[in-house]
């Protein structure tokens, strides 16, 4: 069989730039910008990609051609979020409130030795925070 390696998660955003700088803040993602060149389909437009907990995430704009669907309402079937691991969920979610996150859920205990929150983000981006004792 051949070998399958993760190298990214896409998400496409009506305004890449705040999507980026809700990772950038709330998580310290390093984020790389550079323009689409000419030739492509966002030409002229802003590519971002993200750095975050050594993993890849590519922020799209708008698809010219095609119309995008809002965003679904949270929970739902396909990709629902991103996982971070932290060393203290409520430390972190206690510093990210005072950074203006939306904690949609949590710190909870879901089960002997994992404590957990949700934050929101720009089109319902949910980011779930995973302690592991």
Same mark, same amino acid.
């Given at each position: 069989?051949?070998?399958?390696?993760?190298?990214?998660?896409?998400?496409?955003?009506?305004?890449?730039?705040?999507?980026?700088?809700?990772?950038?803040?709330?998580? #310290?993602?390093?984020?790389?910008?550079?323009?689409?060149?000419?030739?492509?389909?966002?030409?002229?437009?802003?590519?971002?990609?993200?750095?975050?907990?050594?993993?890849?995430?590519?922020?799209?704009?708008?698809?010219?051609?095609?119309?995008?669907?809002?965003?679904?309402?949270?929970?739902?079937? #396909?990709?629902?979020?991103?996982?971070?691991?932290?060393?203290?969920?409520?430390?972190?979610?206690?510093?990210?409130?005072?950074?203006?996150?939306?904690?949609?859920?949590?710190?909870?205990?879901?089960?002997? #030795?994992?404590?957990?929150?949700?934050?929101?983000?720009?089109? #319902?981006?949910?980011?779930?925070?995973?302690?592991?004792?």
């Amino acid at each position: 069989m051949r070998a399958y390696r993760y190298d990214h998660v896409h998400l496409r955003s009506p305004d890449p730039e705040a999507t980026a700088r809700f990772f950038e803040t709330l998580f #310290g993602a390093e984020v790389t910008r550079s323009p689409y060149a000419p030739g492509t389909l966002y030409h002229g437009q802003m590519r971002i990609s993200l750095r975050l907990g050594g993993q890849t995430v590519l922020i799209a704009p708008p698809h010219p051609d095609d119309p995008t669907a809002p965003a679904p309402v949270f929970p739902y079937y #396909g990709l629902e979020h991103i996982g971070l691991t932290v060393d203290n969920v409520d430390d972190a979610v206690a510093e990210l409130r005072t950074k203006g996150a939306d904690i949609a859920f949590g710190p909870v205990t879901r089960s002997a #030795g994992l404590r957990l929150a949700f934050v929101r983000g720009p089109q #319902g981006i949910m980011v779930e925070l995973v302690q592991e004792s």
